[in-house]
């Protein structure tokens, strides 16, 4: 069974940077699509980043656009999420995930946004940006 583990949240001062790593074990048999989502407090979770397995394409939510970079080392079976110029409206716990029915994204099928559109989840990482 494929489980992710995100790593690499913290505490940062606003205008500072963070990079976050999720990597996948178990059986990692399906080259999937991934995705980045956030849920800040009292607040449903949002979708952030997604990236693609072959094609490489990205895709950015508008709130985070220029700011973050989405990345993948397939080799390491490992996602990023390199984040700079933080706010303190990214202040939340961030997921990683995997889309189970797609392995690659593009104009004709962009990815989803919904929760349910992804299976699984990691358990997420904190991070806190202070203003």
């Known amino acids: 069974q494929l489980q992710l583990a995100e790593s690499g949240g913290g505490l940062v001062q606003a205008g500072g940077s963070l990079k976050l790593s999720c990597v996948a074990s178990g059986r990692y048999s399906s080259r999937n699509a991934m995705a980045w989502f956030r849920q800040a407090p009292g607040k449903e979770r949002e979708f952030v980043a997604a990236i693609s397995y072959d094609n490489g394409n990205t895709y950015y939510a508008d709130s985070v656009k220029g700011r973050f970079t989405v990345s993948r080392d397939n080799a390491k079976a490992t996602v990023y999420l390199q984040m700079n110029n933080l706010k303190s409206d990214d202040t939340a716990v961030y997921y990683c995930?995997?889309?189970?029915?797609?392995?690659?994204?593009?104009?004709?099928?962009?990815?989803?946004?919904?929760?349910?559109?992804?299976?699984?989840w990691g358990q997420g990482t904190q991070v806190t940006v202070s203003s």
């Open positions: 995930a995997a889309d189970p029915k797609y392995r690659d994204y593009g104009p004709l099928r962009p990815p989803p946004k919904a929760l349910a559109d992804f299976d699984p």
